[in-house]
């Protein structure tokens, strides 16, 4: 069983940057890929990136070059670097990963991104 905790969100102005990081409840070592998925009010969740155990990492196409996805296993956690952030990045981002028992996911953290 796995427990994931998002933390970071927040609200801030266009082009700005925020780091998003995902808690996990023990060890990752044995997840093979994390997941960070977004979904604004109306939308369906939409996955953002991720990245595997062996440093494999994937974007969506709408933030390629201006996110980062990054993992820590020392740490238990996996972050989000954003930066140049627009108003159609706003949303709830979510943590996910799967393992032999299902899929966990995090409750969410908010991002807001307006003047």
Not at 5 to 34: D, K
Request: glycine share 10%; hydrophobic share 30%; charged share 15%.
């Amino acid at each position: 069983q796995v427990q994931l905790v998002e933390s970071g969100g927040g609200l801030v102005q266009p082009g700005g940057s925020l780091r998003l990081s995902c808690a996990a409840s023990r060890s990752i070592f044995e997840l093979n890929v994390m997941y960070w998925y977004r979904q604004a009010p109306g939308k369906q969740r939409e996955l953002v990136a991720s990245i595997s155990s062996g440093g494999y990492r994937n974007y969506a196409d709408s933030v390629k070059g201006r996110f980062a996805i990054s993992r820590d296993n020392a740490k238990n956690t996996v972050s989000l670097h954003m930066n140049s952030l627009k108003p159609e990045d706003t949303a709830v981002y979510y943590c996910n990963t799967e393992s032999s028992s299902g899929a966990y996911w995090g409750q969410g953290t908010q991002v807001t991104v307006s003047s």
